[in-house]
């Protein structure tokens, strides 16, 4: 069974702080990719990683993905309220198929 | 344009019941996806349509949930004899394609299911 962990589960900090919250695996993942969800609403795709060490920015947001492929890293860089939200990792196995494992995401929460 | 809409946003029912719950992709998307959310997890998954045929439904829980793609655009997860176990989120996804291993999925915001 392959699974992601992420930590930390809930993350309360300041505006103007850095944060990185992890998702890791015993499994290789073909692709990794970091999901936003909003209280009432769907997952909204932020990024994927497909690469071995592969360092992606969007913003204020670093990504990135070990080499081995079974773990990623996000990073916020001065963080501000609207950050808040819960942050999912989800992956597909290297072994194939269409299914997409979720982690259960870091709930993080930005006091102005 | 039109995002992934599904209907209804809740739905309350007695344990025992039968529910459907309809999910309206983004025109063109020939990929469609099921997951469950219960409270504090991620989204997990259940079933894949490519087209009308579901190619993967490995996560189906058991035998009371069905899903159905007729005509390749609206789905439809059915779940027979409700147990207080099944209340979570139900979100639908969609996504142009399924091949690839980057593919982008779209989420409607989902029907809270609660069994009472």
């Known amino acids: 069974t392959q699974l992601l962990e992420q930590s930390p589960q809930f993350l309360s900090i300041q505006e103007g702080e850095n944060l990185t919250v992890y998702c890791n695996s015993s499994?290789?993942?073909?692709?990794l990719q970091w999901y936003r969800q909003e209280p009432g609403e769907g997952p909204v795709l932020l990024v994927t990683v497909v690469t071995g060490g592969e360092v992606k920015k969007l913003k204020r947001l670093t990504f990135q993905f070990g080499d081995a492929r079974k773990d990623s890293s996000l990073h916020i860089t001065a963080a501000q309220p609207g950050d808040t939200g819960l942050y999912l990792c989800?992956?597909?196995?290297?072994?194939?198929?269409?299914?997409?494992?979720f982690g259960a995401g870091t709930r993080l929460f930005v006091k102005a | 344009g039109a995002g992934v809409s599904q209907t209804p946003s809740n739905k309350v029912t007695e344990k025992g019941k039968y529910v459907e719950l309809r999910c309206d992709p983004i025109?063109?998307?020939?990929?469609l996806y099921w997951y469950r959310q219960s409270l504090g997890q991620g989204p997990e998954f259940l079933i894949y349509?490519?087209?009308?045929?579901?190619?993967?439904d490995s996560g189906l829980p058991n035998d009371r949930f069905f899903a159905v793609r007729p005509e390749g655009s609206v789905s439809t997860l059915k779940i027979q004899r409700t147990e207080r176990g099944d209340s979570a989120v139900y979100l639908c996804?969609?996504?142009?394609?399924?091949?690839?291993?980057?593919?982008?999925?779209?989420f409607g915001p989902g029907t809270r299911l609660t069994v009472l």
């Open positions: 499994s290789v993942f073909s692709s």
């Open positions: 989800a992956g597909k196995a290297e072994t194939g198929g269409f299914k997409t494992i």
């Open positions: 349509f490519q087209g009308t045929g579901a190619a993967d």
């Open positions: 996804a969609s996504s142009l394609m399924a091949s690839g291993i980057s593919n982008e999925q779209f």
């Open positions: 025109s063109g998307h020939t990929a």
